[in-house]
């Protein structure tokens, strides 16, 4: 079982930025954070990950706090190709290493 | 393009018949997972090959059957299905754990229907 919380849902609009919070109280201290999107009928997409502080790339930023119980992914000025299923992954409940995927956000951009 | 290609993309197969998806990854990866997505749900992993360890989702029916001849090409052997079982099949491989610090890498997906 996934051990992640993440919103179900979020709604923004084309030019703003977004910020997805994902908890993961019970993260290990070896794990990594990270995050997929995922478009309708395709496989998920890796965008980022990080282990502490804060990781940025061409497309988003991770933050993440010293305790690590949670991390924020944020996507500046979205546009609508940004709709789309944002998962947040640790490692497994058992405390394996495989990816398991959680419910994830729904993220809408209108226009 | 991801490196890691899942055939045939779409297939309908009936209840009696026995059918086999395929994932091949020229990544040069050490492990290979087969998920499995049905409308308006969570990826649920069904097995994950790697050099130290298969690993099974104790939940998957026994319909569903796995091969990994080598580290490249991964195979779900499909028989007598059930109309549940219509959902998105991912293939995925990683060099190493993501959750350790690697990325998991997906194949488009094979869209089963079951009739």
């Known amino acids: 079982l996934a051990k992640t919380t993440q919103p179900i849902s979020m709604d923004s609009y084309e030019g703003q930025e977004v910020n997805i919070t994902c908890s993961h109280n019970n993260i290990a201290t070896n794990d990594y954070i990270t995050w997929y999107q995922q478009f309708p009928s395709q496989g998920p997409r890796f965008i980022i990950q990080?282990?502490?502080t804060k990781v940025t790339n061409e497309v988003a930023s991770l933050f993440i706090p010293a305790d690590r119980k949670s991390s924020t992914l944020s996507l500046p000025r979205v546009s609508l190709s940004d709709t789309a299923v944002y998962y947040c992954l640790v490692g497994d409940e058992g405390g394996s290493y495989i990816p398991t995927f959680g419910r994830g956000t729904s993220l809408i951009v209108h226009p | 393009e991801t490196g890691v290609t899942q055939t045939p993309r779409h297939l309908v197969m009936g209840m009696t018949n026995k059918k086999s998806l395929k994932c091949e990854q020229h990544l040069g990866h050490n492990a290979m997972y087969w998920y499995k997505q049905s409308a308006k749900k969570p990826l649920e992993l069904m097995f994950v090959?790697?050099?130290?360890?298969?690993?099974e989702n104790n939940s998957v029916p026994s319909r569903f059957s796995p091969e990994c001849p080598n580290s490249s090409h991964l195979f779900l052997h499909l028989h007598t299905l059930q109309p549940e079982d219509s959902a998105l099949y991912l293939c995925?491989?990683?060099?190493?754990?993501?959750?350790?610090?690697?990325?998991?890498?997906f194949g488009q997906g094979t869209r089963l229907t079951v009739v």
């Open positions: 995925a491989s990683s060099q190493g754990w993501p959750a350790r610090g690697t990325e998991a890498f």
């Open positions: 990080g282990y502490k």
């Open positions: 090959y790697s050099l130290e360890e298969r690993v």
